[in-house]
């Protein structure tokens, strides 16, 4: 087998953490930071180079994924069947390939597709029993989705009851919740006129509306929904083509687009999306492309599926609309993380009927790669996207006094040093402690529970700690009185009293969630576990060298640096000074330790009745086991609990013993008869 070099491993390492990292705030905070058309282009990127090196395909790539993680705060779901994504076009030939690829498997010579506008809002899931709603849930992942019925319910486009006197038993209706632009003009005049942030398109307000968890305010947003397809359906016949389930849905009451069609070959798929893409601006809601479905329904059955998509269905996105104008500078802003992310800062320029006047620019080496320089004449782009982008640079009209970016060496918010770990391409500020633009995201990991563990201690009341200055670093919360905190907005006297009990409480802690709880990059439960039971004190740990912390199984390159840095950094080592004269403390060592489960790997599924998953999970590690998150080959053992989820499914598919909770708590029995005897 041909070796594969340094910098593709690290590459497709790189794009994978990239894509994970966007997913997660596209779909879970609804608050992404690049663009639609940047991400298709990291996808692309990443699907090519896993195409050319199949050797180094993952199951755990963002390509075999069909969206992002279940949000928190709603109950999740499986769906009966996975709500796959599509596989997306921007080119002609690309759906001329399409279209070739669909005629030859189907040995036809034109064959005849359903094709729609494709909505750009939320993709849900209805559940109908015998006619009636019965609740509904996001797409999430694909597999599993966030149960969001008491919001579906407010969305009066949805029908509670299917207009017919002989339903289907069952019923699964999926379609998209959008906001049309009128509303969301109304909601982004409310939302100003009550000084607050303005939503950045119809698309986040419909996202975010969805996932209020008081549906009151789902309520009063005005959300509209189109269905699109059937997912499981059972006491019903379904039709032969898909034309004709739209048109049953229409029947049923559910809305449905006006636009659809049924169109043969390449010329009809091509002729409906320059129709399409004409009409666009005068919609009453957003779309970003056109979908095109095989019609008949044996047909796509035939044609069946890829990994994260059908086979007999394609979007055709848009082109994103462009503008050109001077890049005047380039800012460095610090997030709550310690990510240092360039920003352009633009002459204003009209996009898209929106005045512009910053650009993300991601990272140094995005710079680079596009060749940018200060006073360079570029083309912006931006397609009812939430960021604009730089495409390129007019290098034609580039001046003689353009200038290169250099990313600082410190952090411009409080000084610390700025680094940039193995394999990363965001340059990070390493003083996480201490640094301000950190200072909430680490207090809130810090309290959290499974790190020091301060009960009531939310983020609500971290920003208002910090807004009023009452705390600069997570030593400070143990200075806390109640006469502080009972003065604060909705926190009464016994509130008080109960946050500082918290807080003197989780005084006395573990090496492991202290390792945690400050926020290391790369450093998580798992690993700070590792590290202290290696060192088995703070001093040793920080005293530690790289050759030292890389003996640890499971430390890489990565980690090590980023825990070297995060102690080498002199604000951080004050802040933890400032812990320990506070009074954190954590138990010695012990030179015993139970270890009869040593070596072994466990996965959790489902409800366990006598014990907690955190009990369960440090059970097994007491005893010297592992508990990871995902089944893999390497999985000794799967404990299943009340509903157990696609777990348990995956273990029968890896041949892997599966173990209910007696068992469990027999094989526990055993570990310690193993230490004892």
């Given amino acids: 087998m041909p070796q594969i070099s340094e910098p593709i491993t690290s590459r497709i390492t790189a794009l994978r953490k990239q894509l994970d990292y966007h997913n997660y705030l596209y779909y879970v905070l609804d608050a992404p930071e690049i663009s639609d058309a940047e991400y298709d282009t990291l996808f692309r990127q990443l699907q090519e180079l896993e195409r050319q090196h199949p050797e180094l395909d993952s199951s755990l790539s963002p390509t075999h994924r069909i969206g992002g993680a279940v949000a928190r705060g709603f109950k999740p779901v499986t769906h009966s069947l996975p709500m796959l994504s ?24 034109k064959t005849e597709y359903a094709v729609e506008p494709k909505f750009d809002g939320l993709a849900i899931s209805l559940l109908y029993i015998n006619g009636e709603f019965v609740s509904g849930a996001t797409r ?162 035939k044609l069946g599926f890829v990994s994260r998509a059908p086979r007999f269905a394609l979007a055709h996105k848009f082109p994103a609309e462009e503008a050109s104008t001077c890049l005047v500078s380039i800012e460095i802003q610090v997030g709550r993380t310690g990510a240092l992310t360039p920003v352009a800062h633009l002459e204003p320029v009209v996009v898209g009927g929106v005045t512009v006047t910053h650009a993300t620019l991601h990272n140094a080496d995005e710079i680079q790669r596009k060749n940018l320089k200060i006073g360079d004449w570029v083309i912006v782009r931006r397609a009812g996207d939430v960021i604009p982008e730089i495409v390129s640079v007019v290098l034609s009209r580039r001046p003689i006094d353009a200038q290169d970016f250099v990313m600082p060496k410190r952090c411009p918010v409080c000084g610390s040093h700025v680094v940039r770990l193995p394999g990363e391409a965001i340059a990070r500020c390493t003083g996480g402690l201490f640094c301000p633009a950190q200072r909430k995201q680490a207090l809130w990991h810090f309290a959290s529970r499974r790190a020091m563990y301060i009960d009531g201690l939310g983020d609500k009341l971290i920003e208002q700690l910090v807004d009023r200055g009452l705390v600069h670093d997570p030593a400070d919360l143990y200075t806390l009185t109640a006469t502080q905190l009972e003065v604060l907005p909705r926190m009464g ?167 209910d909770e007696t068992q469990y708590l027999k094989l526990l029995e055993q570990a310690s008869g193993e230490f004892n005897a």
Avoid at 597 to 615: P, Y
Avoid at 637 to 659: C, E, M, R, W
């Fill in 140 to 301: 999430g992942d694909g597999d599993t989705g966030e149960d969001v019925s008491a919001n579906l319910r407010t969305v009066r486009a949805i029908p509670l009851r299917l207009f017919t006197e002989h339903p289907p038993e069952r019923l699964e209706v999926r379609g998209e919740v959008v906001m049309l632009k009128r509303d969301f003009e109304t909601l982004n005049a409310k939302q100003l006129a009550l000084e607050g942030k303005p939503f950045a398109n119809p698309r986040n307000a419909a996202a975010g509306s969805l996932r209020q968890l008081n549906p009151a305010i789902t309520a009063k947003r005005r959300l509209h929904f189109f269905a699109y397809g059937i997912g499981q359906c059972t006491g019903w016949q379904l039709p032969l083509t898909h034309a004709e389930i739209m048109n049953q849905l229409a029947t049923w009451h559910f809305p449905v687009t006006d636009m659809r069609q049924v169109v043969t070959g390449i010329d009809g798929l091509l002729s409906f999306y320059h129709r399409t893409a004409a009409l666009r601006a005068q919609l009453p809601f957003d779309i970003d492309g056109v979908v095109y479905k095989v019609n008949v329904i044996t047909q796509q059955q």
């Fill in 493 to 659: 006297e016994k509130s008080a009293r109960n946050i500082v009990t918290a807080i003197a409480h989780s005084r006395q802690t573990t090496l492991a969630r202290l390792v945690y709880a400050l926020g290391i990059r790369h450093v998580g439960e798992q690993t700070a576990k590792d590290l202290a039971q290696q060192f088995g004190s703070l001093s040793m740990l920080m005293s530690a060298d790289e050759p030292a912390l890389l003996a640890i199984p499971d430390v890489g390159p990565a980690v090590a640096c980023a825990v070297r840095e995060f102690f080498a950094e002199v604000h951080n080592r004050t802040v933890i000074d400032k812990l320990l004269a506070a009074g954190i403390s954590y138990p010695a060592p012990t030179a015993e330790k139970h270890m009869g489960l040593a070596g072994k790997t466990f996965v959790l599924t489902g409800s366990l009745t006598g014990m907690s998953r955190d009990q369960a999970r440090a059970a097994i590690e007491a005893y010297g086991g592992k508990v990871v998150g995902s089944v893999s080959k390497n999985t000794d053992y799967v404990v299943t609990g009340d509903a157990p989820g696609s777990k348990l499914q995956q273990a029968h598919a890896f041949n892997i013993t599966v173990l």
């Fill in 86 to 109: 599509l596989n997306n076009a921007f080119s002609e030939d690309e759906v001329a390939a399409f279209d070739q690829r669909v005629s030859e498997a189907l040995g036809n010579a």
